[in-house]
């Protein structure tokens, strides 16, 4: 094997290498094998057995296209993932003044989340796979990284606050709810009272009066207590 060709076989083994960590990490991320890139290293591997035989390079040359391919599917898949995160978390429906309250720069990142999911509608157009192109595919996987973990961090405050205020609402509509039994009742118990009191006035003895005062003074005295408990 002369320099060149030891040298392409190196570069190959450069590309695969990287390919495989991007899959790896596009495995950890996802929860799911990148099957599109691991076809690719298949097919890399396919050309780097036929690479001895091959005196023009060309088989080299094909094998680092799927590595540099595989590379590029995998962060597809990563980019997919995140972009997936992002728009759940839109569907959350929460208003935009609550989250940029604990996430401030959440509108200075939009723009970046529109170029990258420009990058998967429709058909994207036939580019060639460039260095620069693979470079800015990883600035805009660490980019939403970022932006990931803080609308995760975000979710959980919002959704916490949420849940207190609802918490509230209920403790408050569930207390507003025992005042008007409480009421009913006290309404329910003057009204048996005052009924009682009538039909003993009507006995005309100092021993009825006396009944009918104690049963008005314990009906006073339990709607005092029962008023100061729902303060």
């Known amino acids: 094997m002369n320099s060149a060709s030891a040298d392409s076989v190196a570069r190959v083994?450069?590309?695969?290498?990287?390919?495989?960590?991007?899959?790896?990490?596009?495995?950890?991320?996802?929860?799911?094998?990148?099957?599109?890139?691991?076809?690719?290293?298949?097919?890399?591997?396919?050309?780097?057995?036929?690479?001895?035989?091959?005196?023009?390079?060309?088989?080299?040359?094909?094998?680092?296209?799927?590595?540099?391919?595989?590379?590029?599917?995998?962060?597809?898949?990563?980019?997919?993932?995140?972009?997936?995160?992002?728009?759940?978390?839109?569907?959350?429906?929460?208003?935009?003044?609550?989250?940029?309250?604990?996430?401030?720069?959440?509108?200075?990142?939009?723009?970046?989340?529109k170029r990258a999911q420009d990058l998967f509608r429709g058909t994207p157009p036939t580019q060639a796979l460039t260095v620069e192109r693979m470079v800015d595919r990883l600035r805009m996987a660490k980019r939403l990284s970022k932006i990931v973990a803080h609308l995760r961090m975000t979710t959980q405050e919002l959704r916490k606050t949420y849940q207190e205020r609802s918490e509230?609402?209920?403790?408050?509509?569930?207390?507003?709810?025992?005042?008007?039994?409480?009421?009913?009742?006290?309404?329910?118990?003057?009204?048996?009272?005052?009924?009682?009191?009538?039909?003993?006035?009507?006995a005309e003895s100092w021993l009825a009066i006396c009944v009918s005062l104690l049963l008005v003074g314990v009906a006073i005295l339990l709607a005092i207590i029962i008023l100061r408990a729902l303060r």
């Open 168 to 202: 509230r609402e209920f403790e408050q509509q569930e207390n507003a709810r025992i005042r008007r039994d409480c009421i009913s009742f006290l309404a329910t118990l003057a009204g048996c009272l005052i009924g009682i009191f009538g039909i003993l006035l009507t």
């Open 13 to 113: 083994e450069r590309l695969f290498r990287r390919a495989e960590r991007a899959i790896k990490r596009a495995e950890r991320l996802t929860q799911a094998l990148p099957t599109a890139a691991v076809n690719q290293l298949r097919y890399a591997g396919r050309h780097l057995l036929q690479a001895d035989s091959d005196t023009s390079g060309e088989a080299l040359r094909k094998a680092a296209n799927h590595c540099v391919r595989a590379w590029y599917d995998a962060f597809d898949a990563i980019l997919l993932r995140q972009l997936e995160v992002i728009a759940n978390f839109e569907e959350e429906g929460f208003p935009r003044d609550a989250i940029l309250h604990y996430y401030p720069d959440y509108e200075a990142e939009l723009p970046l989340i």
